[in-house]
């Protein structure tokens, strides 16, 4: 007896110590958050298998900053590694202020910047020490609490207390389904989700996959959570602890510990509840398993929360998570670097490489006028984000909306709610919200992988657009997609989760899709405005079939639209993104208790709507101001285009530090494109520059409109040179670059500033010559009898840099980024005669190159006059005046070159550029 025992300690130990082995990374490591403020400092990816140089580059940053201490290195992920400061150092305060997550981006940008925190000398010291030696980015590690997706209250006043009141014949249906698979279980009864007696159809239809005996067997979901009672009846046999872990209190199992604690464990038992127990109710996929991983009921680090999502990436096959920023109107949050760098690792990772399954629920601001694509969780392509439907089939008005939604499932609403088990040896009849709606759909997910195990993380979101079915069809977001005979909701996105029907597919010779390829646009600079008035802006860009071929690109199934827009109240901004085929994504849409004035800043939004859609075609973005107080600057955006590759063999991996808008931009082709590119077509309305694009060397023609409505817009055409492949290069940021950086650059030719033209130079030199010729020969006949009278009758001025009345000015100083006046040309010295140059004034010449017409370039006489009337003209205007009005030798003759500026207007703007030059003594602009 005591052996035996014995031997049970021992085996108890032994498993208790694999748990904690197994669970070394997920310790908190006991830091002081009291006392130490903690960062992370991201290292270069060509560090991951060199140790000893890591271990250099740490010690070299300790070095160098002697407050700096060196924790740990985060084991989960490569190249990330946790310091400490003493509490609110000012190198914290630097990092909660700023986007350290790119020190690249900084340093390219960082002359750039005008009265910036960042041009303090010792900060640019320490961002040239992080970026010689090999520091990626840098984000502080503050602990947060993440909010539940808590169910929402319903008012019953208006409906029946129970469904049990509407059900009619389908209750014998019911009772022979309890027979067939012998349930005993009290709530299965109620569990309409499942079967719906009182309005048939309304349910996931899973009866007819456990006929086929498909139950998730072999299947683990991850409740990321507020904990897991998984000592519960209904959980017990199907708790996994491997795929477990408490990192609100730092142990392996993650017991419910506070009074509210009941939420992972509802939405556990809609997932494997076991059947057959007579306790509560069944799950969707009964024999699967679940885990428990709470972070829901504390303060957590991002350290952790990214420790979260791959917690036993060997072990969970699917991520459940009902939480996310407040579901209040007007917040906006997305998840760090680091933990998007963890949710990358879990598609690219998990179920051996097939990618875990990350499913959210889509908020419950609804009723608040909140929305998904302000979610960055949600809103992420890795998401298989769920909204929410009532027993009704009815969109109840607490669940979140947005083009980020790829499908909707049942939950509360109408006067019911998921009946599931609880906490505390009870049973839950008021489960709801999106909360319910996610782990449902998981549950359907465990099902389709057991059904066919192959499918890749991207094959069930496929299989998810394929199968759903549509609902409530008169709903006006309804719009035709790319897929025939499918339409997509913002409300519901693809349908209602049909279990039966993504059973059937994944099962029936379902191809598996080629791996992943992607597409980023140039970012793009449109700097529209609207002040103080309703309307909307619009930018455009153009895809061309060759550079998606280059791109290894085949058709679309997400798209993110990264956005720069400054706004005095960002609830007052709507943006839409329209395809070439006319299909529209809302990507946000109003909210009246949004008054943040921040805007948006390198926010990312996404859609599904575009599925399986073809690419090629002008692209438009529209951003609206809806509120005539508002006013609204639409400076910068970029779209990503993510879907199935051309070819596999040409398939890489996917790197969150890499920029690909350049990838197909190659240095040695700049050089050879830079000529051709500067040819554009000239229209009255257009603005035209030779521009290096990142993607491909193309010729732009940037057209600038505003409409009867007042829609201002810009377009841009793309016709690409014909390049090879280039090797991907290391990305400089991910974020969009400020149209600064458009003009300086980043490092590389992707934001240079493109017009590197010299033709203007030349055909000043050529004229140089051509006047230095004749007055050499002036100077010449001088010294010849009988030419005195010719030397009188024909009399020029020599074209001199420094003449203040000077009809062009070209600048060559690629130098001076500080002063607006020095790029290429400033369109107030031009004078009024020239209608066909000034018929429109440009709204930022920095990012606005132009070209003039040929036969305005260097007009020197009226427009009406042509050949030896020209001549003629000039030769009596000159005899005229040197009959009337003798001169003397010192006498000046700047300001009488006939058919020149003469009227006052100009002359003043020719005074105010004198002034100019005055205060620009380091300026090398040549004037003629």
């Given at each position: ?8 300690i021992?085996?108890f ?29 991201e ?26 201490k060196f ?65 990626y980015g ?57 079967f ?9 239809n ?16 991850a ?22 872990w ?7 199992n993650p017991?419910?510990?506070l ?69 209040n ?23 051996n490489?097939k ?12 009723t ?12 992420s ?8 439907i ?13 083009t980020?939604v ?6 509360s609403?109408?006067g ?13 009849d ?9 782990p ?16 890749t ?7 998810t ?10 709903d ?9 005979n499918r339409?997509y ?33 140039p ?10 008035e309703i ?37 007052k ?8 085929n ?51 600057s ?11 590759c ?34 554009a077509s ?8 030779s ?19 007042g829609e ?10 014909t ?13 969009i ?8 650059g ?17 055909y ?12 050499l ?5 001088r ?8 030397r009188?009758d ?44 000034n018929s ?16 305005s370039?260097?007009?020197?006489g ?20 040197e ?12 300001n ?33």
């Open positions: 007896m005591n052996v035996l025992w014995l031997l049970k021992l085996s130990l032994i498993l208790d110590n694999k748990l904690v082995n197994a669970s070394n990374c997920a310790s908190n490591r006991s830091n002081d958050h009291e006392n130490f403020d903690y960062f992370i400092v290292t270069k990816n060509y560090n991951n298998n060199n140790n000893n140089n890591t271990e250099i580059g740490i010690k070299n940053i300790e070095n160098i900053h002697k407050d700096w924790e740990y290195s985060i084991d989960f992920l490569n190249n990330f590694h946790v310091f400490s400061l003493p509490k609110n150092h000012h190198h914290s305060r630097l990092f909660d202020e700023f986007n350290f997550e790119s020190i690249d981006n900084i340093i390219n940008q960082n002359d750039l910047i005008n009265n910036d925190n960042l041009l303090k000398r010792e900060n640019k010291e320490l961002i040239e020490n992080l970026y010689n030696n090999n520091v840098i984000q502080s590690l503050k602990k947060r609490k993440l909010e539940k997706r808590l169910p929402v209250p319903i008012d019953y006043s208006n409906t029946n207390l129970s469904i049990r009141s509407k059900q009619d014949s389908t209750v014998d249906e019911l009772n022979k389904i309890s027979e067939e698979f012998e349930i005993n279980d009290p709530l299965f009864k109620d569990q309409w989700h499942i719906n007696t009182a309005h048939l159809g309304n349910d996931v899973v009866i007819p996959v456990w006929r086929m005996n498909i139950t998730g067997n072999g299947i683990v979901t409740l990321i959570d507020d904990g897991l009672d998984y000592e519960s009846e209904d959980l017990k046999d199907n708790y996994c602890p491997e795929g477990s408490d990192y609100n209190d730092n142990r392996p017991k419910p510990m009074s509210n604690d009941y939420h992972g464990t509802r939405c556990a038992a809609e997932i494997a509840a076991s059947k057959g127990n007579n306790y509560c109710g069944v799950g969707v996929a009964f024999n699967s398993k679940v885990s428990g991983i709470r972070i829901l009921s504390g303060e957590i680090t991002s350290e952790q929360e990214a420790q979260a999502m791959i917690y036993g990436l060997d072990v969970n096959d699917i991520y459940s998570c009902s939480w996310g920023p407040p579901d109107g007007k917040s906006m949050d997305s998840p760090d670097k680091l933990i998007r760098s963890a949710i990358l690792k879990g598609v690219q990772d998990g179920r490489g990618g875990a399954l990350y499913v959210f629920a889509s908020g419950n601001g609804g608040r006028e909140d929305g998904c694509n302000f979610d960055g969780y949600t809103n392509i890795y998401s298989l984000t769920v909204s929410a009532d027993y009704k089939g009815l969109h109840p008005q607490y669940s979140e909306s947005c980020a790829m499908v909707s499932t049942f939950s609403g109408s019911e709610h998921i009946h599931t088990t609880d906490i505390n040896n009870q049973c839950s008021n489960h709801g919200g999106t909360s319910a709606a996610a449902l759909a998981a549950g359907i997910y465990a099902l389709i992988l057991e059904a066919n195990p192959d499918l993380w991207r094959d069930v979101q496929y299989l657009v394929l199968s759903a079915a549509e609902i409530d069809p008169f006006n977001t309804w719009q035709n997609s790319a897929i025939p339409k909701s913002s409300k519901y996105g693809w349908g209602k989760i049909d279990a039966e029907k993504m059973v059937s597919m994944a099962q029936n010779n379902w191809k598996l899709l080629k791996p992943q390829s992607w597409y980023y646009t970012f793009r600079f449109p700097n529209l405005k609207l002040e103080n309307g909307s802006v619009v930018d455009s860009f153009t895809i061309t079939e060759e550079i998606l071929q280059k791109a290894n690109f085949e058709k679309i199934e997400q798209i993110t639209v990264t956005v720069n827009i400054k706004s005095n109240k960002r609830g901004v709507e943006v839409e993104l329209i395809s070439p006319g299909i529209i994504s809302k990507l946000a849409h109003s909210r009246s208790r949004d008054r943040d004035t921040s805007g948006f800043k390198n926010w990312t939004f996404s859609t599904v709507a575009h599925w399986d859609e073809n690419a090629v075609g002008e692209w438009k973005i529209k951003v609206y101001n809806v509120e005539a107080e508002n006013s609204i639409f400076d910068g955006w970029q779209m990503r285009l993510f879907g199935e051309i070819n596999p063999e040409l398939a890489k991996r996917f790197e969150l530090n890499e920029d690909y808008s350049v990838i197909n931009n190659e240095d040695n082709d700049n050089n050879e494109t830079e000529t051709e590119s500067s040819t000239e229209t009255s309305t257009s603005i035209e520059s521009t290096t694009n990142t993607i491909d060397t193309p010729t732009t023609e940037v057209v600038e409109s505003t409409s009867a409505t201002i817009t810009t377009t841009e055409n793309v016709e690409p040179t390049t090879e492949e280039s090797t991907p290069t290391t990305s400089l940021s991910s974020n670059p400020t149209s600064d950086d458009q003009q300086k980043n490092g590389n030719d992707s934001y240079e500033n493109p017009d590197k033209s010299t033709h203007f130079i030349g000043f030199f050529a004229l140089l010559v051509v006047g230095f010729g004749i007055l020969y002036i100077i010449l006949t010294r010849k009898p009988g030419r005195a009278r010719r009188e024909f009399e020029f001025d020599i074209i001199r840099p420094d003449d203040d009345d000077s009809r062009f000015e070209f600048d060559d100083d690629d130098d001076d980024d500080d002063d607006d006046d020095d790029d290429e040309f400033n369109v107030s010295d031009f004078d009024n005669d020239n209608n066909d140059i429109k004034p440009l709204q930022n010449s920095k990012n606005n190159n132009f070209k003039l017409d040929s036969s370039e260097f007009d020197l009226s427009s009406n006059l042509k050949g030896h009337e020209t001549s003629d003209k000039i030769i009596k205007d000159v005899i005229n005046h009959t009337n009005t003798p001169k003397s030798k010192d006498e000046d003759y700047s009488e070159r006939t058919g020149l500026i003469n009227d006052k207007d100009n002359d003043d703007d020719n005074s105010s550029l004198h002034n100019n030059k005055d205060n620009n003594q380091d300026d090398d602009r040549l004037v003629l």
